[in-house]
């Protein structure tokens, strides 16, 4: 009798923990604690930030899509997000946040780490001019090289070897980048 109960009580608990309904829903990041979970650099603006929530619930934040495209690039990635997921990205133009795959994508924005897409809610948002990208295309695109990032890189490094660093003295480190 007792080991009928006990196999009863876990398959109980089993079938109750597999109803568990995650929610999907965008969440506020804590810009105090919140990094890139590639680059690790800390979330600071709404408008290029990214967030894939998996199947149980858990949440990954990127800065830029570009390290989102990274990410998904690896086989931990496609292990990590299960059969059931949702990405979102915040608009360039507002910085609420909108579904990742459904958004149309403009090349040529300054981004946090230099891969230059901005997402859009909708066509309307765009600039006369813009040529606008879907999800899939701009994954493409980012691992084919076509970004911002060299022009990126490069001015990071003119900013750091030309001494033109915009932290105070004392702000980053004990002088490390010449503060």
Known sequence: MRKFLLVLFVVLLGLI?????????????????????????????????????????????????????????????????????????????????????????RFGDETPMGYGYGALKDKSEAKPGDTLYDFETVLKRIAEGKTKREEFIKKKKMNVSGGEMKCGKGKCGAGKCGG
Request: aromatic letters at 14%; hydrophobic letters at 30%; one cysteine or more.
């Open 17 to 105: 923990s597999c109803s568990h309904e995650v929610d999907f829903s965008p969440r506020k990041p804590n810009y105090d604690r919140d990094v890139c979970f590639v680059c690790k650099m800390g979330l600071d603006n709404p408008k290029y930030n990214v967030q894939a929530i998996n199947e149980h619930g858990d949440v990954r934040w990127y800065d830029d899509i570009g390290c989102l495209a990274e990410d998904i690039r690896d086989m931990d990635f496609n292990k990590w997000k299960g059969r059931k997921y949702k990405i979102w990205i915040g608009d360039a133009e507002t910085g609420d946040w909108i579904d990742a795959e459904k958004a149309y994508y």
